[in-house]
């Protein structure tokens, strides 16, 4: 019996499709998904990590995203949105610090908000990887 639809490929891949879904993904928190046409996903990440993001830094002020004195912390935090970056060149520029408690609290859940966006990266960019956007 001969295959009716022999030019599809079901094992074809899209690493372009993949890579716009990352840079997507890193632009803005459940981009990748907006990409893959995920969008109760895309919403639902955008909330939860973007929630998790300002909480910190409502707890322990703007200033715990700095790139001179915390420099582990920021790595994390730049994961969320290259936003951060810039906020980080704002508080630098403005000489503001943070301190006690309140700024460590706010430095983890910042950074747990970019490590949660990278999973959510890694996912989006796997999902492009297998379909065409």
Known sequence: MKSVNK???RNENYPASAAIAAIAG???PGGGFLITRQYAKAAVLFCS???IFLTGIYVGSI???DIVYAKPWFIGQILYSPAVGFIAKAVQSSGLQAHGRPAEI???YTTVAGMMNLL???R???TAYKTKI
């Open 106 to 108: 706010g430095q983890i």
């Open 63 to 65: 200033a715990v995203i």
């Open 120 to 122: 959510a990266i890694i």
């Open 49 to 51: 990590i973007s929630a």
């Open 7 to 9: 030019n599809i490929n």
């Open 124 to 126: 989006a960019s796997s």
């Open 26 to 28: 890193w632009l803005v």
